[in-house]
Structures are given as structure tokens and as C-alpha cells.
């Protein structure tokens, strides 16, 4: 199986660190987007929205990292997605919170805008009260996930003793903050979470390119 995938999206990360766990093998197949080659005529035919990741499994394709995800665990049987269908409705429910909840606000409203040029607003002060909204949002989200989402009875979601599939999607979201020095002091639960998705085997690999992304945009802010 291939994945396009640019190293270091929030998007793709997900799917990389759930396959390395999983023992799925998947090649690799970089798409540049800084070069903009998803937009290019080869990889538009692959995936005409033009983002990562996409899936190849022989002549099946499948985008978006949810998708692909359950795709997967399926597949291989894996127990972070649950055949339980009241248990896997949960694990779905989280991964649509992350997806059109939490990535909204801090992803795509806070974050984002402040280190890709091409989402500022071209209104200074617009940009700063688009930000400034988006950041309250993303704590309403953050204590949503906290004090509901997570429990003292397990590291991961729903308490759990072990990660499913939306931990995976959503740790790579709820991180995404680290880019700006997002203070997630007022959120244990979430901190306790991101340490413990952080000390899964498949962390260091899947997030390497993030996390030199990152360290380059706090150092250049410094």
C-alpha cells in the first residue's frame, strides 16, 4: 500500500504513527506542498481536492485521514477500532469532534494563520481578532476535551487503557498549538494525554519532520 503524504503534516501524521504500531507496511510517496506539488496535473489525477494524505491499495484510492484510518484498522483487524458498534459510534463521534470541533478553531483559525502567509488575513486587524476568536474557541474545545473526553481512569480517550484510532487523529490536532506556545496548563488531562500518546512507540518517526518544523518556527519567533 502507498501513502501520499507530505512529512510533517498534521493530517498525515496520524496515519503514519497508527500503521507503525499496527505493523502496516506502507510506502511512502512524498508530495512536496511547500513546491506545490499537490497541485500539479500528476497528483491532482491521485486526488482532485489536492491534499494529503491518500491512500493507494492497489487500484483503490481513499482520502482523508479518517477515512483511511478506519480503512485500515479494518483491514487488519486492529483492535484500536473496536467492532463493538456502541464502542466504534465513540470512536467515531471523537474522531468528527477532532475533525470539525477542535482542528477548526485551533488547526485552521489560531495556529495556522500565524505561521503560513498564504491564511493571514491581509487586514492586520482582522487577522488578529480572527485569531484572537479562534483561540477562545479552541480553549472551549480544549476543556470539552478535557473534563468529558479524557478520565483519570486511563491515559487515552474515554479512559481507556489503551489508544484507539481517534487518539492517534487527535493528539496530532491537540499538539499543532506547540507551534504558537499554546498553554495547555489548564487542561491536565489533555497534558497527561499528549505525554502518553508522545511515549507510543510509533511517536518519534511519525512526527520527527513535525517536530523540526515546529522547533523552526519557535526559533525563528524567538
Not at 504558537?180 to 510509533?202: L, S
Request: glycine share 6%.
Amino acid at each position: 500500500m502507498k501513502l501520499y503524504r507530505f512529512n510533517g503534516s498534521t493530517t498525515c501524521r496520524p496515519v503514519e504513527m497508527f500503521a507503525a504500531e499496527a505493523g502496516i507496511a506502507l510506502d511512502l510517496v512524498d508530495v512536496n506542498l511547500m513546491a506545490g506539488e499537490h497541485m500539479g496535473a500528476s497528483y491532482t489525477a491521485t486526488n482532485p481536492v489536492q491534499q494529503v494524505p491518500t491512500l493507494e491499495d492497489g487500484d483503490f484510492r481513499l482520502a482523508e485521514n479518517s477515512a483511511i484510518l478506519k480503512y485500515l484498522a479494518d483491514v487488519h483487524g486492529a483492535a484500536a477500532y473496536p467492532k463493538d458498534l456502541k464502542e466504534r459510534a465513540v470512536v467515531n463521534s471523537q474522531m468528527d469532534f477532532f475533525n470539525t470541533s477542535l482542528s477548526r478553531e485551533l488547526c485552521y483559525g489560531h495556529v495556522y494563520p500565524q505561521i503560513l502567509p498564504s491564511l493571514r488575513h491581509e487586514n492586520p486587524e482582522v487577522h488578529q481578532a480572527l485569531i484572537t476568536r479562534c483561540r477562545a474557541n479552541a480553549e472551549k474545545f480544549l476543556r470539552v476535551l478535557n473534563d468529558h473526553m479524557l478520565s483519570d481512569a486511563g491515559p487515552f480517550l474515554s479512559g481507556r487503557s489503551e489508544p484507539t484510532i481517534a487518539d492517534y487523529m487527535g493528539v496530532c490536532y491537540a499538539t499543532l498549538g506547540e507551534m504558537t506556545r499554546f498553554d495547555y496548563g489548564a487542561y491536565p488531562r489533555v497534558r497527561r494525554w499528549i505525554a502518553a500518546m508522545k511515549a507510543r512507540p510509533g511517536w518519534a518517526a511519525a512526527n520527527a519532520g513535525w517536530e523540526g518544523w515546529r522547533d523552526h518556527v519557535l526559533a525563528s519567533a524567538a
